[in-house]
């Protein structure tokens, strides 16, 4: 016999729909702090190829023997690619702290959403064992009605029977 769950309501809906939203929002917080990170990294890639070559450069120019304020020049260059460089790095470790922290968050909010789910189902079983057996307790009342020889007026007793 099935069972009609129009019927169910889950009380706990409102908070299950709360936990589910704060999960979407977390995974879409992961999803943007990613996106960053990969920036940043491919940032930090790029001044290190760019350092890489200036000091080839550098090193090139001082064995053909350059000129020693273009020489300056190019190391003031290598020193701003290093400091753009720490700058980048340190950002980015910042936003790996913050990834690992959110991904931490996330798994209990995941939890969170298990549980309700789970919570739900097990709602909802009960719901449709108590409906079954309310539902198969109405037939076996139709069925015995059914059974049972019609009662006649004087069989009934009354004022005015026998």
């Known amino acids: 016999m099935s069972v009609d769950l129009?019927?169910?309501r889950y009380r706990l809906e409102p908070a299950r729909r709360l936990a589910d939203w704060r999960l979407t929002g977390m995974s879409a917080r992961l999803g943007e702090l990613q996106r960053s990170i990969d920036e940043v990294t491919r940032r930090i890639?790029?001044?290190?190829a760019?350092?890489?070559a200036q000091a080839?450069?550098?090193a090139d120019g001082?064995?053909?023997?350059?000129?020693?304020?273009?020489y300056a020049a190019g190391l003031q260059w290598i020193s701003r690619l290093h400091r753009e460089r720490s700058t980048a790095q340190a950002t980015k470790d910042e936003w790996l702290a913050q990834r690992r922290r959110?991904?931490?968050e996330l798994a209990m909010q995941q939890a969170r959403v298990d549980a309700f789910d789970a919570h739900r189902e097990a709602c909802q079983n009960a719901y449709a064992t108590g409906e079954a057996s309310r539902q198969a307790a109405e037939a076996d009342r139709d069925w015995l009605a059914r059974l049972a020889p019609p009662v006649s007026s004087a069989?009934?007793?009354g004022p005015y029977g026998n």
């Open 6 to 8: 129009r019927g169910f």
């Open 45 to 48: 890639a790029d001044l290190d």
């Open 50 to 52: 760019a350092y890489d």
């Open 56 to 58: 080839r450069w550098l």
């Open 62 to 70: 001082l064995a053909a023997g350059c000129d020693p304020s273009r």
């Open 102 to 104: 959110l991904r931490s």
């Open 155 to 157: 069989d009934r007793g």
